[in-house]
């Protein structure tokens, strides 16, 4: 079965920082999407960033980027330049043949001032 | 406006009782897909399906039924609720089998009491 592990509980930095998020997946497929979802303090859910397995380079979206290290089977989340409003719970995603997507139990981010 | 749109926000039901949540997306997607949130624990998958007339059991089916009688709607059955019930549902639909980006609705806070 896939699995998605996020092993970073929660991780406070101070804003206008960087701070990176890890996740490593486990899949039999040869080819495969990842996501990465924030989910604000409303509870809402939105996509943010995703990676392709065939593609080398990373996906940059404003200020997030991917660091995606095949061999190691990780996907990390990096925000540069991070605000306030970016203290979320954020969740890293893998796409099965299926369709279905299997997520992470998710990273807390606190941005302080 | 938002293109995921779930109903009601909010249910208060009792051990025994029928609860049905209602999702409707004006994405035109073929996939959609509920989710359960518990504090601490990411998303996990109930049912979902590719389309009008299909649904498929997800990692967590037992107690609930799903019904697709339209692209737009897709309802999440709960024939006899248990206070085990008591979660956060989300729907959402996903733009195509081969990537599958989500797009989420804001939530249903279920009880069961």
């Known amino acids: 079965a896939q699995k998605v592990t996020q092993t970073q509980t929660s991780i406070s930095v101070v804003e206008k920082t960087t701070v990176t998020m890890d996740c490593v997946y486990e899949?039999?497929?040869?080819?495969?999407?990842l996501f990465w979802y924030k989910q604000t303090a409303s509870g809402e859910i939105v996509f943010l960033i995703r990676?392709?397995?065939?593609?080398?380079e990373n996906a940059t979206v404003g200020h997030y980027s991917l660091n995606f290290q095949k061999p190691k089977s990780s996907i990390g989340l990096i925000i540069t330049a991070t605000q306030i409003e970016d203290s979320a719970v954020y969740f890293c995603a893998m796409r099965e043949n299926t369709g279905k997507l299997t997520f992470g139990d998710g990273t807390v981010l606190t941005v302080k001032p | 406006e938002a293109a995921v749109t779930q109903s009601p926000r909010n249910k208060v039901a009792v051990t025994g009782g029928k609860v049905t949540l209602s999702c409707n997306q004006t994405n035109n997607h073929n996939n959609m897909y509920w989710y359960r949130q518990d504090t601490g624990h990411g998303l996990r998958l109930i049912h979902y399906?590719?389309?009008?007339?299909?649904?498929e059991k997800g990692d967590i089916p037992d107690g609930y039924k799903a019904s697709r009688p339209s692209q737009e709607n897709f309802s999440l059955i709960l024939e006899l609720a248990t206070p085990s019930q008591t979660s956060v549902y989300f729907c959402?639909?996903?733009?195509?089998?081969?990537?599958?980006?989500?797009?989420f609705g804001a939530g249903t806070r279920l009880s069961v009491l």
């Open positions: 959402a639909s996903g733009d195509d089998l081969l990537v599958n980006t989500l797009y």
């Open positions: 899949t039999r497929d040869s080819s495969y999407f």
């Open positions: 399906s590719y389309g009008a007339g299909s649904t």
């Open positions: 990676q392709d397995s065939y593609k080398k």
